[in-house]
């Protein structure tokens, strides 16, 4: 979640003349994805499944999350 607040607080140019067409999903874990950065990702990629797995270590949240 640290970098897509980054990414937010860079404001929608960051993510201007980058193909993000093939991106389906970002798994977020290992600390809290908070409110508005969540909401900021739902409006400028509508097309991403956003999966907060908080609670996990990046390690095991992301090898056992099933987002097929």
């Not at 993510?15 to 970002?26: K, M, N, Y």
């Amino acid at each position: 979640p640290t970098a897509l607040r980054l990414i937010a607080a860079a404001g929608a140019s960051a993510l201007a003349g980058r193909d993000l067409s093939s991106l389906r999903t970002i798994l977020c874990a290992g600390e809290v994805l908070d409110q508005a950065t969540h909401a900021w990702i739902a409006r400028h990629l509508p097309h991403v499944r956003l999966v907060d797995i908080y609670g996990q270590t990046e390690g095991s949240g992301h090898l056992l999350a099933n987002v097929t």
